[in-house]
């Protein structure tokens, strides 16, 4: 339900006071709990266990195709994180009565739920890509030579990026906004009104062309369609078609078996598949939450790529430890240091 950037100006403050029920943010004590309580939590997680992916995926020796892609998903998550604590501070009431927080928000509300969507859109279609670059690189391992450098990661997120952007971008013109400041200017109240509604403000005619109001009333399909139902459905595909895939090739791994061929083949064909189970695992993981109509598992869909990481990957538990190490250690030394020369 995303707004127009623009709003209609204030009108003059009036010595009406609007109750608590009418300033409220939110619909009800249950979603005050649960955005209001629980989903800054996974925020907060979230967001730094995406950070803590980052300094893994990005590092100088470990810039592999998959981890840039791994690493763009991290980086749209760590958006939608963001974009989603706004929403989470309205149903404090530090903030709920706030002026200069109800006029951020009431202004600027719809418009964070469009960042939301599209940063969304763009994590929706990330896994789809990262689900189809792993089944072909399992399947049919030297095509992908043939296709890098053309698919390149930049070329491919940036096209979704895009894309993405042009499906959401009608969130920003769906809806007006009008604002007025009650009880003597200290209550501040936003009203919205879509903007093909069939009746303005104050029972005005609809000012809008039919072109805006066909735009507004026509993209929320298209974008059903091309942003959650395909990506979605293909993403089930895929990931379905790689578990099968793990399970025939799981045979060459076993303790008895070795892989036919030179010995590097068969430790680089063993890198591929641990890290075709790490992206399993995440993609899995995605396709469940996706289908939540609760914000809060969609949240935690978000939040759990860190603990999914840590517990399918030991060379990302190792490489994490090792960084970690590393870190404290150059800090030790520089404090060592500072002291030294006091």
């Not at 955005?35 to 995406?50: D, E, Q, T």
């Not at 100088?60 to 958006?79: E, K």
């Not at 096209?159 to 013109?173: D, E, K, P, Q």
Request: charged fraction near 15%; proline fraction near 4%.
């Amino acid at each position: 339900m995303p707004t127009n950037s623009t709003s209609m100006p204030p009108k003059l403050a009036t010595d009406i006071c609007l109750t608590d029920r009418q300033m409220s943010l939110s619909v009800n004590s249950t979603e005050g709990v649960l955005i209001g309580a629980i989903i800054p939590i996974l925020v907060l997680f979230g967001i730094s266990g995406n950070i803590l992916n980052l300094t893994v995926l990005l590092a100088p020796n470990l810039r592999t195709r998959s981890n840039q892609l791994l690493a763009c998903l991290a980086v749209a998550d760590i958006v939608s994180l963001i974009v989603i604590l706004p929403h989470s501070m309205a149903h404090y009431e530090i903030f709920e009565t706030a002026l200069w927080f109800r006029r951020f928000y009431g202004k600027y509300k719809y418009q964070i739920i469009a960042m939301t969507n599209w940063s969304i859109a763009t994590a929706t279609w990330l896994v789809f890509v990262i689900c189809l670059e792993r089944l072909i690189i399992i399947k049919y391992p030297l095509s992908v030579r043939k296709q890098a450098k053309l698919f390149t990661p930049l070329n491919v997120v940036s096209i979704i990026v895009l894309t993405t952007f042009l499906l959401t971008s009608y969130n920003h013109v769906s809806h007006e906004c009008a604002e007025k400041l009650f009880c003597n200017g200290t209550q501040y109240h936003v009203a919205c009104v879509s903007i093909d509604a069939d009746r303005w403000f104050r029972n005005e005619p609809n000012p809008n062309s039919q072109f805006m109001r066909s735009l507004v009333r026509y993209a929320p399909q298209v974008n059903a369609i091309f942003v959650v139902l395909i990506p979605v459905v293909l993403v089930i595909i895929f990931n379905v078609m790689l578990i099968l895939t793990l399970r025939q090739r799981q045979k060459l791994f076993a303790p008895s078996k070795s892989i036919r061929g030179d010995s590097q083949y068969g430790q680089q064909a063993k890198t591929e598949h641990k890290v075709t189970i790490t992206v399993t695992a995440i993609v899995t993981c995605f396709t469940i939450t996706q289908f939540a109509i609760c914000t809060i598992l969609v949240v935690l869909g978000k939040a759990l790529n860190f603990v999914l990481f840590c517990l399918s990957s030991a060379s990302f538990r190792q490489r994490l430890l090792m960084q970690t190490k590393q870190g404290i250690l150059r800090k030790s030394t520089r404090y060592s240091s500072v002291a030294t020369h006091m």
